[in-house]
């Protein structure tokens, strides 16, 4: 490579850098990327999907003009950007006009730049006027979010630097594959380990993650609250507690000592399978108390991480609460070093939710039903706060009224693959086709795409620039490195083209340094405030930690060494009790199914399975079974399976693993068609985040 331009990986929230050039080695000037060594969250390492990242610009499949189907049923065919435009803005005039603005509907995505996601929430509540309004995050990490705003006032999925975990005496790891999911994050228990650091992981998997860990921890899934209530029991009755920290630095102790009271160990290791031990040595570990840990200024400093394993649930914001707790009674969070952590997913997946494409939220982390918030907000905009809409429904909630009597008759997608990824897909999908009218934005013809209207292409990662703000919470700029295919256009620019046409007042930018500057306004004065933050501190500083409330304000790596973001600076316990998943096996249904990833392909697949490389590494769907239980029900290594839960069946590939508990299964959500997983899962929503329960449900196999 000659040279190339600095930038970012376009999938996970580690936002490993990269250099991003033509290979003059290749005559064509084919693009390729290269590792930067000079963002730490990375450390200098990319994983398969960063490698292979370039391949996807060029794929057979790109969307390189407007598609448009004349009438429903219809053939997708190309078209003008001024014919897709034209119709998309005179069918929500037309829906508008028949049902009221709420008709219309918006969903969004983690993946989107800040710039993207703050114009996408503003073009929904001022250029369509609608409620309804949300996005793939909800499925991500909302329960995490509920809980820290909760507990600490402040959802910053990680309130520190990330090499911070490096020396970590005790890392507690619930439910989080980073090995697969963000490889060069191995880098940092490396160092950890290195230094003397021990690594507990709770799954219910041995996976390449549980492999390095010091101690693993393989519950039932579900049963994570129980588990983490159990490990806090046993800190109290065995003296491991820190009073004086729970004295000054919290409030609501006592109810939480009082609900723990009930999960003695014995009762903790028949809800979740965990031998006492275990969860004795998990404990000890995690307090500094087995002359293990290095204790290496002295102090003890210990982390509790949680990731969609123990979030993706029906009570899942209750039971990253449980881990705040333990966390909180330990003393962590807010010492340097030491703390509670959410692994955010998503590429934008922090800044993603900050800036106003969440049903419930304006830009800077604001509530939409925050008076002082929509005058703020309504004010940069220009319009009359009475104008900006009320809260609107969320993910789940929204997708399931798509074309109901009541919902939303169009729904505008940008960044996310649903009929892939929502749970209990095949509902979802009989939704979208009830819809009467469907726009998807993307590069790829997605299977989400290819069910709309109309079509429109837009920009990839390295054809574009704005910011996105990673897992530590440090806003970083994604830098054009290529200029796009002709015919395709930027989200940024679709949007207002859009806008201009349905006549929407205030100011619409395509350029996503005119959209940062109104994006920094809009967020002044909020949770997450970004004013301090301008694209040349990025890159002169390498990133910028939010809040930063000016532009001679250092940013915030570590916001709560002094004192949390709740009125009184305190963080908050809050008790909470174990509900155990929301279905449970039974004779019908005998086994727990779980979902997740694995390290090849990136989320719903449309980008990663039309990467060759990656396809090779992980060609189809398959279910992991203990060996026990395929031979039980006669089912070969390799064999095709039918899996059957309440909402319908998915066809995959039986591979028989010990690294899987006897009584549970796992399917990874990556392919479409009828090896979906999402074709099994259970959408039984969280009550705070509505988070849905992806991670546990009941279902039986059969071989086919
Ligand atoms: N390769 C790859 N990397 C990715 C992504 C991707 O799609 N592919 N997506 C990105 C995104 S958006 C996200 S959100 C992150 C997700 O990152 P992770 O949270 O690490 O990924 P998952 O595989 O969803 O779940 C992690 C683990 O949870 C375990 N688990 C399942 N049920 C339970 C339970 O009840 N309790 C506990 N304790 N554990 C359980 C699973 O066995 C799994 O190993 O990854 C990001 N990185
Ligand atoms: N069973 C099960 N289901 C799950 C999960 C699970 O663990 N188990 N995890 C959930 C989680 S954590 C997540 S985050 C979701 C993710 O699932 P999805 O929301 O489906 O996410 P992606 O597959 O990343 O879809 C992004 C789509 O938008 C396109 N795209 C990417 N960037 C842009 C952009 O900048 N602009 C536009 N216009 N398009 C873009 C991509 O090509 C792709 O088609 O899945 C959830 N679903
Ligand atoms: S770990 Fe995440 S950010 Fe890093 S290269 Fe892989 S997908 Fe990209
Ligand atoms: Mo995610």
Same mark, same amino acid.
């Given at each position: 490579?000659? %040279?190339?331009?600095?930038?970012?990986?376009?999938?996970?929230?580690?936002?490993?850098?990269?250099? $991003?050039?033509?290979?003059?080695?290749?005559?064509?000037?084919?693009?390729?990327?290269?590792?930067?060594?000079?963002? /730490?969250?990375?450390?200098?390492?990319?994983?398969?999907?960063?490698?292979?990242?370039?391949?996807?610009?060029?794929?057979?499949?790109?969307?390189?003009?407007?598609?448009?189907?004349?009438?429903?049923?219809?053939?997708?065919?190309?078209?003008?950007?001024?014919?897709?435009?034209?119709?998309? !803005?005179?069918?929500? #005039?037309?829906?508008?006009?028949?049902?009221?603005?709420?008709?219309?509907?918006?969903?969004?995505?983690?993946?989107?730049?800040?710039?993207?996601?703050? &114009?996408?929430?503003?073009?929904?509540?001022?250029?369509?006027?609608?409620?309804?309004?949300? =996005?793939?995050?909800?499925?991500?990490?909302?329960?995490?979010?509920?809980?820290?705003?909760?507990?600490?006032?402040?959802?910053?999925?990680?309130?520190?630097?990330?090499?911070?975990?490096?020396?970590?005496?005790?890392?507690?790891?619930?439910?989080?594959? @980073?090995?697969?999911?963000?490889? /060069?994050?191995?880098?940092?228990?490396?160092? &950890?380990?290195?230094?003397?650091?021990?690594?507990?992981?709770?799954?219910?998997?041995?996976?390449?993650?549980?492999?390095?860990?010091?101690?693993?921890?393989?519950?039932?899934?579900?049963?994570?609250?129980?588990?983490?209530?159990?490990?806090?029991?046993?800190?109290?009755?065995?003296?491991?507690?820190?009073?004086?920290?729970?004295?000054?630095?919290?409030?609501?102790?006592?109810?939480?000592?009082?609900?723990?009271?009930?999960? *003695?160990?014995?009762?903790?290791?028949?809800?979740?399978?965990?031998?006492?031990?275990?969860?004795?040595?998990?404990?000890?570990?995690?307090?500094?108390?087995?002359?293990?840990?290095?204790?290496?200024?002295?102090?003890?400093?210990?982390?509790?991480?949680?990731?969609?394993?123990?979030? &993706?649930?029906?009570?899942?914001?209750?039971?990253?609460?449980?881990?705040?707790?333990?966390?909180?009674?330990?003393?962590?969070?807010?010492?340097?070093?030491?703390?509670?952590?959410?692994?955010? +997913? &998503?590429?934008?997946?922090?800044?993603?939710?900050?800036?106003?494409?969440?049903?419930?939220?304006?830009?800077?982390?604001?509530?939409?039903?925050?008076?002082?918030?929509?005058?703020?907000?309504?004010?940069?905009?220009?319009?009359?706060?009475?104008?900006?809409?009320?809260?609107?429904?969320?993910?789940?909630?929204?997708? $399931?009224?798509?074309?109901?009597?009541?919902?939303?008759?169009?729904?505008?997608?940008?960044?996310?693959?649903?009929?892939?990824?929502?749970?209990?897909?095949?509902?979802?999908?009989?939704?979208?086709?009830?819809? #009467?009218?469907? @726009?998807?934005?993307?590069?790829?013809?997605?299977?989400?795409?290819?069910?709309?209207?109309?079509?429109?292409?837009?920009?990839? *990662?390295?054809?574009?620039?704005?910011?996105?703000?990673?897992?530590? +919470?440090?806003?970083?700029?994604?830098?054009?490195?290529?200029?796009?295919?002709?015919?395709?256009?930027?989200?940024?620019?679709?949007?207002?083209?859009?806008?201009?046409?349905?006549?929407?007042?205030?100011?619409?930018?395509?350029?996503?340094?005119?959209?940062?500057?109104?994006?920094?306004?809009?967020?002044?004065?909020?949770?997450?405030?970004? %004013?301090?933050?301008?694209?040349?501190?990025?890159?002169? #500083?390498?990133?910028?930690?939010?809040?930063?409330?000016?532009?001679?304000?250092?940013?915030?790596?570590?916001?709560?060494?002094?004192?949390?973001?709740?009125?009184?600076?305190?963080?908050?316990?809050?008790?909470?009790?174990?509900?155990?998943?929301?279905?449970?096996?039974?004779?019908? =249904?005998?086994?727990?199914?779980?979902?997740?990833?694995?390290?090849?392909?990136?989320?719903?697949?449309?980008?990663?399975?039309?990467?060759?490389?990656?396809?090779?590494?992980?060609?189809?769907?398959? @279910?992991?079974?203990?060996?026990?239980?395929?031979?039980?029900?006669?089912?070969?290594?390799? !064999?095709?399976?039918?899996?059957?839960?309440?909402?319908? %069946?998915?066809?995959?590939?039986?591979?028989?693993?010990?690294?899987?508990?006897?009584?549970?299964?796992?399917?990874?959500?990556?392919?479409?068609?009828?090896?979906?997983?999402?074709?099994?899962?259970?959408?039984?929503?969280? /009550?705070?985040?509505?988070?849905?329960?992806?991670? $546990?449900?009941? @279902?039986?196999?059969?071989?086919?």
């Amino acid at each position: 490579m000659s %040279s190339g331009t600095p930038t970012h990986c376009p999938y996970c929230a580690l936002q490993c850098g990269m250099v $991003v050039g033509r290979d003059l080695a290749t005559g064509g000037g084919q693009v390729r990327v290269a590792p930067r060594s000079d963002v /730490p969250a990375g450390a200098g390492g990319l994983c398969q999907k960063g490698w292979t990242a370039a391949d996807l610009l060029t794929t057979a499949d790109r969307l390189t003009t407007p598609l448009m189907r004349v009438h429903a049923g219809a053939p997708l065919e190309p078209c003008t950007w001024d014919a897709a435009l034209d119709r998309i !803005a005179a069918e929500i #005039e037309r829906l508008r006009a028949a049902y009221g603005p709420d008709a219309v509907a918006v969903f969004g995505g983690g993946g989107l730049t800040n710039e993207k996601a703050y &114009q996408l929430g503003k073009f929904a509540r001022v250029g369509l006027r609608t409620a309804n309004i949300d =996005y793939n995050g909800r499925f991500c990490m909302s329960s995490a979010a509920a809980a820290l705003n909760r507990a600490f006032g402040m959802d910053r999925g990680l309130p520190m630097p990330i090499t911070d975990l490096e020396t970590a005496d005790a890392i507690l790891l619930v439910g989080g594959n @980073v090995a697969e999911t963000m490889p /060069p994050f191995m880098r940092h228990l490396a160092a &950890q380990r290195a230094g003397g650091g021990q690594l507990i992981v709770i799954d219910p998997r041995t996976t390449p993650t549980a492999r390095r860990a010091d101690l693993h921890l393989r519950p039932t899934p579900g049963t994570d609250l129980a588990l983490a209530n159990g490990l806090l029991h046993i800190a109290v009755n065995e003296g491991l507690i820190d009073e004086t920290y729970i004295a000054a630095r919290t409030r609501g102790f006592d109810a939480v000592r009082t609900a723990v009271n009930s999960y *003695w160990p014995g009762r903790v290791e028949r809800i979740t399978g965990v031998p006492v031990p275990q969860l004795r040595r998990a404990v000890w570990l995690l307090a500094g108390e087995t002359g293990e840990t290095r204790g290496r200024s002295g102090d003890h400093t210990a982390l509790v991480l949680t990731a969609r394993g123990a979030e &993706q649930h029906a009570d899942g914001t209750d039971t990253v609460t449980a881990y705040i707790n333990l966390a909180l009674a330990l003393g962590l969070p807010g010492l340097p070093g030491s703390g509670y952590g959410c692994l955010t +997913g &998503q590429g934008n997946g922090q800044g993603g939710r900050e800036h106003g494409q969440k049903a419930d939220q304006l830009p800077g982390y604001r509530k939409i039903d925050d008076p002082v918030a929509r005058a703020h907000v309504a004010a940069v905009w220009d319009v009359e706060p009475a104008a900006i809409p009320g809260p609107g429904r969320s993910a789940y909630e929204l997708l $399931v009224s798509l074309g109901t009597r009541d919902g939303p008759k169009a729904l505008l997608l940008f960044g996310s693959n649903p009929v892939v990824s929502a749970p209990h897909a095949a509902a979802v999908e009989e939704r979208l086709d009830a819809l #009467e009218f469907l @726009v998807v934005a993307d590069f790829v013809p997605s299977e989400t795409a290819l069910r709309a209207d109309v079509v429109l292409p837009t920009t990839q *990662w390295a054809e574009e620039s704005g910011t996105i703000t990673n897992l530590e +919470g440090r806003v970083l700029r994604r830098e054009r490195a290529v200029p796009p295919p002709p015919g395709v256009r930027g989200d940024l620019a679709v949007l207002a083209a859009l806008a201009g046409r349905l006549n929407a007042p205030g100011t619409w930018s395509g350029e996503p340094a005119e959209v940062f500057d109104e994006l920094r306004r809009a967020s002044a004065g909020g949770l997450a405030d970004y %004013s301090g933050i301008t694209y040349e501190r990025i890159a002169a #500083e390498g990133g910028v930690f939010w809040p930063c409330p000016g532009e001679g304000h250092p940013g915030t790596p570590r916001p709560f060494l002094e004192r949390f973001a709740t009125p009184d600076g305190r963080a908050r316990f809050t008790p909470v009790e174990h509900r155990g998943a929301v279905e449970d096996v039974c004779a019908d =249904y005998p086994l727990y199914l779980t979902t997740g990833r694995v390290l090849a392909h990136y989320q719903s697949g449309a980008q990663t399975r039309r990467v060759d490389q990656l396809n090779k590494a992980a060609p189809e769907p398959y @279910v992991e079974l203990h060996p026990d239980v395929a031979e039980r029900l006669g089912i070969a290594a390799g !064999a095709l399976v039918r899996v059957t839960s309440r909402r319908g %069946s998915a066809l995959v590939r039986a591979r028989p693993t010990d690294a899987i508990r006897p009584d549970t299964v796992f399917v990874p959500f990556h392919w479409a068609g009828t090896g979906r997983a999402n074709l099994l899962t259970n959408p039984a929503l969280d /009550p705070l985040s509505r988070m849905p329960e992806f991670k $546990v449900c009941a @279902v039986r196999l059969e071989a086919v």
